[in-house]
């Protein structure tokens, strides 16, 4: 991440949430403690940031970040060449293109955990004492050619299956339970099957490309539905916890409107305004397709609790400040992004409101869409300052497109009393739970605890004081350093490093892995 020195924070913390942060309150949220809080009395002073009991401490990652790169395993095997992505880092034509900003590492320089998942979740279990682990499917391994694209049913889905990745799976979620670890599944996190998106042919003619993923609305619509109902039947009675879609604003961003070297995501196309648009809201139609499949084929309660699926989506929430909170036009525009980047979505998949002109009001209602969470997963790591000033082309087309984020100030700024007024923001506006999905830092994993993590989890805690913010866990991200994207391995976020230069792909575990564990075994900090 390309860190400044952050501002000094134009919005201060709300009187409830500053004294909650005074008063260093001893119970959790629910005024309850937890089992570690239990056990931790007996021989040590309870933390004085306690949380609730039942909390979810756990980590997050993501297959095609952390799959390949296996140390023994044959590459046919390990490597999922079947997706977008991998055409994406792959191609020596794309690779060849400055203007993608990918990082030119092959994807064998990744962690390699579809061999070493078992030795990894015994490490998140035994080292990291985490109660849960978020993990994705993905649907190139499991369908990976173009038959896949003519099933109608789950049963013909079923008959095209890759066997030897259904199973692979099946014995991951098999081995990430005997360890005690609650499963978070994802059913996409960013990848699309290249017979359904083919993102080289795309990114140079968006519109005569033939597979064009997201931008085909009928067509992604049905087949992700059905591989949701796929994965529902077939490893429901492993899993509770569904995420749909992870990011969805950001593969609008990166894909289709603004790639930056700080990100690309296939087709990586610029201005597509239009374009963009469309896939935002084919998104979110297809979070509420996603949803239904899911709730209509997991029928098995795994964890007891009455439920036999939770299931949400992932937006990446930003706290949005004025750029120049005296400037009454950056205000304005700090609203008018706020509505964009953090409102929209949830809008849509929570009340089934829609503002596809986004000019601010919200003129269309589907009740097909209205209702479609059962939590919000919220994904944070930073602030954006916003500046009243209307991107070429964009603001003619949406109105509330006539701000922009002021790129001067920095990028990945940290703003932990934002990621509590966030989660504070969307449980009571929505009335709904909250898992933070992700949270993390590349920094140096030494100081990382006391500068980002720690603060990030004291404004957790405070919120959480509210009874009206329900926050079910915390995932850091992520479990292990892995392949960020068009970044390669140049941006480490794990709290395992991995030692890419050594073909074992050995872990070692981090000042911060040692710190964050702690603080799961405690069931908070002090």
Request: glycine share 8%; hydrophobic share 40%.
């Amino acid at each position: 991440m390309h860190h400044r020195q952050p501002r000094s924070n134009p919005a201060p913390l709300a009187p409830a949430m500053l004294a909650a942060l005074l008063l260093l309150p001893t119970v959790g949220a629910f005024g309850c403690s937890s089992d570690a809080d239990a056990d931790a009395g007996k021989s040590e002073p309870a933390p004085a940031y306690a949380f609730p009991k039942g909390f979810l401490w756990g980590t997050s990652t993501a297959g095609f970040q952390v799959d390949m790169g296996c140390p023994t395993m044959a590459a046919e095997q390990c490597e999922d060449r079947a997706s977008d992505w991998y055409q994406f880092v792959a191609d020596p034509d794309l690779a060849k293109d400055k203007t993608l900003h990918l990082s030119g590492d092959p994807v064998s320089v990744g962690p390699g955990m579809w061999e070493l998942y078992d030795a990894d979740f015994a490490r998140a279990k035994d080292e990291l004492h985490s109660g849960a682990i978020r993990l994705s499917l993905e649907w190139s391994r499991l369908f990976p050619d173009a038959a896949a694209d003519a099933a109608t049913t789950v049963e013909a889905l079923d008959a095209v299956v890759d066997k030897a990745a259904r199973d692979h799976y099946r014995a991951m979620f098999e081995a990430a339970r005997d360890r005690g670890l609650q499963l978070l599944v994802t059913l996409n996190h960013y990848t699309l099957p290249l017979w359904l998106h083919d993102g080289k042919a795309c990114n140079k003619n968006l519109e005569t490309c033939k597979d064009k993923g997201w931008v085909d609305h009928d067509r992604i619509l049905s087949r992700i539905a059905l591989y949701s109902a796929w994965c529902a039947r077939t490893y429901g009675d492993q899993v509770d916890l569904w995420a749909t879609i992870n990011e969805p604003f950001a593969v609008v961003l990166s894909g289709y409107l603004l790639p930056s070297a700080d990100r690309t995501n296939p087709p990586a196309v610029v201005f597509e305004w239009k374009k963009g648009v469309e896939v935002a809201f084919t998104m979110m139609e297809a979070h509420a397709k996603m949803y239904d499949a899911v709730h209509a084929e997991d029928t098995h309660d795994v964890d007891g609790d009455g439920k036999a699926a939770m299931v949400g989506l992932v937006p990446n929430l930003v706290a949005m400040r004025p750029s120049n909170p005296e400037n009454p036009d950056d205000l304005v525009a700090a609203e008018h992004l706020a509505h964009v980047y953090n409102r929209v979505f949830l809008e849509a998949t929570v009340l089934g409101k829609l503002d596809r002109d986004l000019d601010g009001v919200f003129e269309e209602t589907r009740d097909d869409m209205k209702g479609r969470m059962d939590y919000i997963g919220v994904n944070y790591y930073t602030r954006i300052y916003a500046q009243k000033k209307p991107i070429p082309g964009a603001s003619a087309l949406f109105p509330y497109l006539d701000s922009s984020p002021d790129l001067g100030a920095g990028v990945w700024l940290d703003d932990p009393a934002g990621m509590g007024e966030m989660v504070t923001w969307a449980a009571k506006t929505y009335g709904l739970p909250v898992i933070i999905t992700e949270n993390g830092t590349s920094r140096d994993k030494a100081t990382a605890w006391e500068d980002y993590v720690r603060p990030h989890l004291i404004a957790l805690h405070a919120a959480m004081q509210d009874p009206e913010v329900r926050v079910l866990g915390y995932f850091y991200w992520s479990l292990l350093d892995n392949y960020e994207w068009n970044h390669g391995m140049a941006m480490r976020f794990g709290l395992y490093g991995v030692d890419t230069d050594n073909p074992a792909k050995p872990r070692t575990l981090t000042t911060l892995g040692e710190r964050y564990g702690e603080a799961a075994r405690r069931n908070g900090f002090d």
